[in-house]
């Protein structure tokens, strides 16, 4: 019978010129690939700030700023079905005042 287990395989991925191997599935590797980018792009410009010094604390300032964005993107996509909810039942009292209106007025 088929394996179904996903494999995996080493990744080198390159963070403020250092280089880390980091075993991930297959089909993650463009992920992986994306966030080492992601986080590299942060730290760099954490880092040519000159306001963070030391690699951990650049990684943590990073770390922190990521997730941040992370938590606000998730409250926002709990928030739009919420508004359009309101807003179908705000169209549904509309209707209902249109239909009792009386055409002839």
Do not use: F, W
């Amino acid at each position: 019978m088929g394996d179904s287990a996903p494999t995996s395989e080493t990744v080198t991925v390159s963070i403020l010129d250092k280089e880390y191997r980091v075993a991930c599935a297959e089909d993650e590797r463009a992920e992986l690939q994306a966030s080492a980018r992601l986080l590299h792009e942060r730290m760099s410009r954490i880092r040519s700030s000159g306001s963070v010094i030391g690699l951990e604390r650049i990684a943590v300032m990073a770390a922190l700023n990521i997730a941040h964005e992370l938590i606000e993107a998730k409250a926002e996509l709990t928030r739009i079905p919420l508004e359009q909810e309101m807003l179908d039942r705000l169209q549904d009292k509309v209707q209902d005042a249109l239909g009792k209106i009386d055409p002839g007025d």
